[in-house]
């Protein structure tokens, strides 16, 4: 399965993902890195990982269908089968993600479908929630909406500021995107109406990631 990952900044998770795809038999192969930001620090990571790198910068054009239209012709042009958001800041029009229906995923610190949005650490704290955590879903047009892929659950401690929950939610984000990414390439993943279910899952026992990841 052909991969893009496109990402706006550090890029924790694509490298998860690219270490993940250098892994031997791992059935995917990140064929591009694509940001439109062109000072993104993930960049170089993957170009030092032989990636091929490119910048569509939004600043480029007059609107947001322009733009993406100008990534959707790159990733047609790379016979991307799959995009992974990572971090990706722009919000992505209807055209494209229906163009692109069920062969687009994000990652999102929270357990979806509550916290969408931004400043979801902050709004976790606040919220006095005693678990948050991380969800891989297809992309709807609605901002982080989509079938469930992949979750895992972390608490909130009382004394948690924002950094620390979004660091011990960071962890759990690079294990389950690259367990999305296999379970998609194996093609086990089906979507059924608003729910994704995963072909011959074992049931999570004590794991707080679901599925487990003896997937
Ligand atoms: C992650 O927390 C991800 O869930 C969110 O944006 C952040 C990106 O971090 N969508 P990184 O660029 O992958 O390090």
């Known amino acids: ?21 250098e892994a ?20 170089e990571f993957a170009a030092s990982h032989n990636i091929p790198t490119k910048v ?26 799959l995009i992974c958001l990572a971090g990706f800041m722009r919000l992505l029009t209807a055209e494209f993600v229906n163009k692109w229906r069920d062969r687009i995923v ?21 919220s ?23 979750q895992a659950a972390v608490p909130i401690l009382q004394d948690d500021t924002p ?3 979004a660091a011990r939610i960071l962890v759990q984000e690079h294990r389950i995107y690259p367990l999305a990414l296999k379970l998609i390439a194996e ?4 979507v059924h109406g608003s729910v994704a279910k995963i072909i ?3 049931e999570p026992d004590t794991s707080l990631i679901n599925p487990s990841e003896d997937n």
């Open 1 to 21: 399965m052909r991969v893009a990952v496109l990402i706006s900044s550090r890029g924790s998770n694509m490298q998860a993902l690219v270490r993940a795809c």
């Open 24 to 43: 031997e038999g791992f059935p995917a192969e990140i064929v591009t890195v694509l940001s439109n930001n062109p000072d993104a620090g993930g960049l």
């Open 56 to 81: 569509i910068n939004h600043r480029d054009y007059e609107n947001r269908e322009d733009f993406d239209a100008a990534i959707s012709e790159y990733l047609t042009e790379q016979r991307v089968d």
């Open 106 to 126: 994000n990652i999102h610190p929270s357990l979806l479908p509550a916290f969408k949005g931004l400043h979801v650490h902050e709004r976790a704290i606040e």
């Open 128 to 150: 006095g929630a005693r678990f948050t955590g991380c969800t891989v879903h297809y992309v709807r047009p609605e901002m982080d909406d989509g079938p469930i892929i992949a």
């Open 163 to 165: 950094d620390d929950l």
């Open 187 to 190: 093609r086990r993943v089906k």
């Open 200 to 202: 011959d899952a074992s």
